[in-house]
Structures are given as structure tokens and as C-alpha cells.
């Protein structure tokens, strides 16, 4: 251990000489981590995500999704606009569900991206057609004015419920809103409430209206994209599922829908997000791997710029065991700069980022990063190192 | 028993470097014996091998055959590490070029060889390491780097740096040779006075005679190998 320290000085001694021979032999190692960093930030940011939207929606909640269900091929939270094929749902559906005994409440969900018209503003937003149970289903609760209820479901009032971020953007202030009216694709509807802020960018910029008002303009099919059941207890999820399924099956074929619990579509999202993220550490893996060997080739050059320096050393009794930890602490540390540099700037990203996607910085990828990098510069520093060991003392001193 | 009575001993080594097709053969059968607390020099042109001969002597080189005893140890014996560890605690070398290293100051070239030591010595490196640096006048450049400082007071470093692990031999390869002739007899003086004092053995190799007249025992080398007289 008696030699960290000056091992260290020598290194940092020929990082100083070369500045700039160091900075780009880092710059590898640091686009790598970088890279490697951001991908995993972004990929367990959007899992996570994804993750607490289902998670918050409640326990024994049952989905139904047409087509095969979230198989992976498409998808978002509420609504699942994405799915590919299947039916589309409607209230015959939804009142034959609300018949089984085991289900306590069933929320149809419609979805339809829309700009939101005030008087003096208009945004892009989301409608959404829910009934009041909805609300629970999602957890929105009101800031400001009151929910609409059944009766307003009923009577296909024109109301809504305003999300907080889309209210703020379209009048001065949240509180502001309630009572005055916004225009839908020409319609118009009267905001009851504004939304407690949630975090989630779709509930925030969406106004949630009764789904049998949607009927018309907005959703003249009269159907919906997905329908959540609500289960009275845990223990009755496996068969109110069962009956689930009998109901719809009496209308639609079985590869038309999917009836999934909370708990596989949990499962289901993170199998496919391991996919993802596996694959987005592949790819930034590469640009480590071309960063590692930048660094063998410095090295290379290192020990045949010192190979005098060498000889000195095994002139005055250096084994070749203290020349190769010397050669391989230098790429070590070359390595752990670009890591380090790497990491600080994939952190300052994120942290940029983080305003308009739900990227997250991971202990465990900050951790990773700085042990791959030093396994890289071991990895890549041993070739260089050994061929400086193994020079001859004699032939090293008289190098020119 | 050669190793009580010498400190090193060649018999019939051979040294060989192969250019191409063609094979050099830089020492021939030489046979040779330094006693401890010598003072030896080495003497003979350009090319006559006596280069190879010091390096041989130091561990520095590895002889194509013959037989090296070094302190009662047959060398073709040890391990490169136990090779290393004599290079670092029983020899100190002096070139001519003097191959300090640039990026270390005059007292880190100094002390360098302690980085390398295995075992704990008995005394104050860094204390004795000062002591030298004054003994030699180089302690007021204890802080500066190789290249700023005189070929003399380099010269001076490598010595000091030769002798911080306090070594049985010092092989000095033509220590005077970058050096004017007044500060080489300062070096060569130097050497003597250790030589005396420390009782350290000294090989000296030179092709210059006013050095070769300073040492005790002369050793004339030709074409590889050791010859009576210098001719």
C-alpha cells in the first residue's frame, strides 16, 4: 500500500504533461457512461412511471384492455390508447359488468387528445370520459369547487373537472377557474372543480368530463378504450376476473379482449421494461467498449513514451509485478475520470430532463458506472501494462 | 568457498545479442572476481563490451551461459523478483546519462528506490536521504527537477540515489563522460571518498584514462574479453 500514493503522483504527474491526450482518452470512457447512465435513467424513469400510474389507481382493481391486453406492443396508463386491435367497449358492456356481485364499482374509460379553448388561452389536453367513480379509481380530488356526480353522469351534464397544470396554464390561477367555461370541438363545458396537483403529466393536462357526455362529437361511436372494475376485496379478484371474462365472452370473441388483474400487468410492465433497459445498456455498452480501447491504445503509446523511464525504475529494483500495478493504476484512474465526468454530466442531464420526462438517477447505475469504468481501465490497461512488465530492464534503459 | 572470499564471480560467461541473421558476441568466456570494498575499474574503447560487463555484473543483464555468483547466490537460480530485490538493496548504479526521472524532483529520484524496497531498513530513509543531498552539496536543489539543475549536480543526484538503500557495490558506467573535465575529477573523487569511508565496492567503467589511474585494480577489456593489458 506504500506505493498508492506515489503510484497516484506519477500518474497524475503524466495526466498533467498531457493534458489534453488525457481529456480525450476520457472522453471515451465518459460518452460511455454517459450514455450507459442516461439510457438507465430514462428507462427505469419511464418504468417507474408507468409503474406508479397502475400502482396508483388502487389495489383489487381489475382492467379490461381489447385485443390481446398490454402485451407489450404499445400502450399508456389510463385509456390505453395505444393497444392494437380488439374491440372498443360500450355501456352494454359496462352495465352487464356492473351485474357481477363480487365487483364494487366498473369506471369506463374514454380518452381523446384535444385543445382545450378558454377565452383568452387554448392548450393541447386530454379529455377524459369517466364516470364519478373514476375519481376514486385515479385518486383526483378537488382543490378547488366540487366533483361531478352520478347525476351529472346521468344527465349528460357539460361539466368538467379541470386538472391543475391545465387549469393554471388557461386562466391566472387554478381557484380562478371554477365556474367559468371552456370550448371542447365546439362545445361547451361549465369547470366545476380543479384537480388537486398529482404529478402526472396526463392527469394534469386533462379534463375529466361525465363519459356519457362525450357522446356526440367527441365520441360518436359511443364506446370506450378500456373499462376498470373495481373488486370489493382482495380476496374476490381471482372471481370477479372469472366472471369478467364469462360476460364479455358473451359478446366478443376470446382474442378480443383481455381481462388482466393489477398485479400481471405489474409483472407484465416490468418483463417488458428488463427488455428495454437490457437493451439500452447494450447499446451504451459499445461506446464503453470503444472508450476502453481509446485507452489501451494510449496506453500502448504511454509505455513506449516511458519505456526509459521503465528501465530507470527496474535499474533501482522495481519487479515486474510494481511496473505493471503502476501502468494499471494509471489507466484505472484515466478510466475512473471519464466515469466520474461521465456521471456528473449524465447526472446534470437528468436533472434537466427530469422538467419533461420522469428520468430518474439511480444509485445503483451512479454505482455501476464508476465500477465499470474501473474494470474497464483494469480490463484494457492489462495488455499495455504486462508489455511495460515484461520489458528488459536492460533494453528499457538504453531506449531512445 | 568463492563466496566468502568474493562478492561477485563470472565464470566463462558468454554474452550473445542476435542483429538479424547475424549473432553479436558482445563478451566472451570472462571470468572475473570483485572482492568487497574494491574500487575496480573497467577499462577499454568503444564496442569492447565493458558496458555489457557492468550490466551483467548489476543483474541488470542476463548472460547467454556462464556461470554469475553473486554474494554465495547463483543467479540463474533466483526468481526475477529476487533479482529485482538485489538490484534494489545490494547495487547502486550510476550511468552515464544519469537517468534520473524527469518528473520527479532531486529529492522524489532520491528516495525513489524506497518505493521499491520489500523490506523496512534499519534507518531513516528520508533523513539520510537529506544527509546525502548535503554531503554531495545538492541540498539546496532537493526541490527542483532533473532538468533544471547542472549535469554535475545531476551526476550528484544519481549518486545520492545509488547509495540512499546503502549498497554493497555501486557500478558507475562512465560516470564522467557527460560531465567537463573538472566536475567529472569532483564525481570521480566523490566516488573514491565513498569507496573509502562507506568501505562500498566501486566498478568503474571507463575508456578514460586519468579515471582509470583514480581506481585501484584495473580490468582491460577487449573484444569481449578480459585481457592482461589495455593495448
Known sequence: MKQAIPLLKASIDDFKRNKIRTFLTSLGIMIGVFSVVILIGLGLGLKNYIQNQFESLGANLILILPGGGFTGEGGSGIGGAALVGGVSFDEKDVNSLKRISEIDFVVPVFMKGVTIEAPREEKFGYVMGINEDGFKLMNVKAQFGKLFDNSDVQASAKVGVMGNTIAKDLFSSPADSVGKTVRLENQRFKILAVAEKKGDREADSAIFIPYKTTYGSLNPDKTFWSIYLGVKSDELVSTAKVEAEKVLLDRYDKDDFAVTEQSELLSTINQIFSIINSVLIAIGSISLIVGGVGIMNIMYATVTDRTREIGIRRAIGATRQDILFQFLAESTLLSLIGGVLGLVAAGIIIIIIRQFFPATLNLFAAIAALGISSAIGVFFGVFPARRAANLSPIEAIRYE | ?231
Open chain 2, 1 to 231: 568457498m568463492r563466496a566468502k572470499k568474493y562478492m561477485i564471480s563470472l565464470k566463462n560467461v558468454i554474452k550473445e545479442y542476435k542483429i538479424g541473421d547475424t549473432t553479436l558476441k558482445a563478451l566472451d568466456s570472462t571470468t572475473l572476481e570483485i572482492k568487497h570494498g574494491e574500487f575496480i575499474g573497467i577499462i577499454g574503447s568503444s564496442g569492447s563490451g565493458k558496458s555489457t560487463l557492468m550490466h551483467i555484473i548489476g543483474l541488470l543483464d542476463k548472460p547467454t551461459s556462464g556461470e554469475i555468483i553473486f554474494e554465495g547466490r547463483n543467479i540463474a537460480k533466483l526468481t526475477d523478483d529476487e533479482i529485482s530485490k538485489i538490484r534494489n538493496s545490494v547495487v547502486g548504479f550510476v550511468f552515464q546519462q544519469f537517468n534520473l526521472i524527469n518528473n520527479l524532483t532531486v529529492a522524489e529520484n532520491i528516495r525513489l528506490p524506497l518505493l521499491y524496497s520489500k523490506t523496512k531498513p534499519d534507518y531513516d530513509i528520508a533523513n539520510y536521504a537529506n544527509d546525502l543531498m548535503r554531503m554531495f552539496g545538492i541540498d539546496k536543489r532537493a526541490n527542483f527537477y532533473p532538468n533544471k539543475i547542472s549535469g554535475g549536480e545531476q551526476q550528484r543526484c544519481a549518486i545520492a540515489r545509488a547509495l540512499v538503500m546503502k549498497p554493497k557495490i555501486i557500478l558507475a558506467d562512465e560516470p564522467t563522460g557527460n560531465l567537463d573535465s573538472k566536475t567529472g575529477n569532483e564525481i570521480i573523487e566523490l566516488i573514491k571518498k565513498l569507496n573509502k569511508d562507506l568501505n562500498v565496492t566501486v566498478v568503474i567503467v571507463t575508456h578514460e584514462k586519468s579515471v582509470a589511474d583514480k581506481t585501484r585494480r584495473r580490468v582491460y577489456i577487449k573484444d569481449g574479453r578480459v585481457v592482461d593489458k589495455y593495448i
